[in-house]
């Protein structure tokens, strides 16, 4: 059994910046890859961010590159998603996921577990 828990949604202003955890706890896939999706009412789960085990590589949406970084922290078992200068349409419930190795880090269908999900609202 895996655990996700995401904490640090909130609302904010557009421009500001936001950080998310993701702390994982359980039995836990070896050499895991982390990813983080966003989804709105009406619309399908979307991708936002993946980090394999190792952190040497890191996966981004058109819409966030360069405004949102992810990061681990293996030690902690904890992922993070660094959102900077966020707009409106960054308005989502943000989701943690984790999956085996291998595959598509983009796609929802391929991760195995996730989290409850944290709300991120940016408003003015």
């Known amino acids: 059994q895996v655990q996700l828990v995401e904490s640090g949604g909130g609302l904010v202003q557009p421009g500001a910046s936001l950080r998310l955890s993701c702390a994982a706890s359980g039995r836990t896939p070896s050499s895991n890859t982390m990813g983080w999706f966003r989804q709105v009412p009406g619309k399908e789960r979307e991708f936002v961010a993946a980090?394999?085990?190792?952190?040497?590589?890191?996966y981004y949406a058109d819409s966030v590159k360069g405004r949102f970084t992810i990061s681990r922290d293996n030690a902690k078992n904890t992922a993070y998603l660094q959102m900077s200068s966020l707009k409106p349409e960054d308005t989502a419930i943000y989701y943690c996921a984790i999956r085996a190795p291998g595959g598509n880090p983009r796609a929802p269908g391929s991760y195995d577990n996730w989290g409850q999900g944290t709300q991120v609202t940016v408003s003015s």
């Open positions: 980090i394999n085990w190792s952190g040497g590589l890191k």
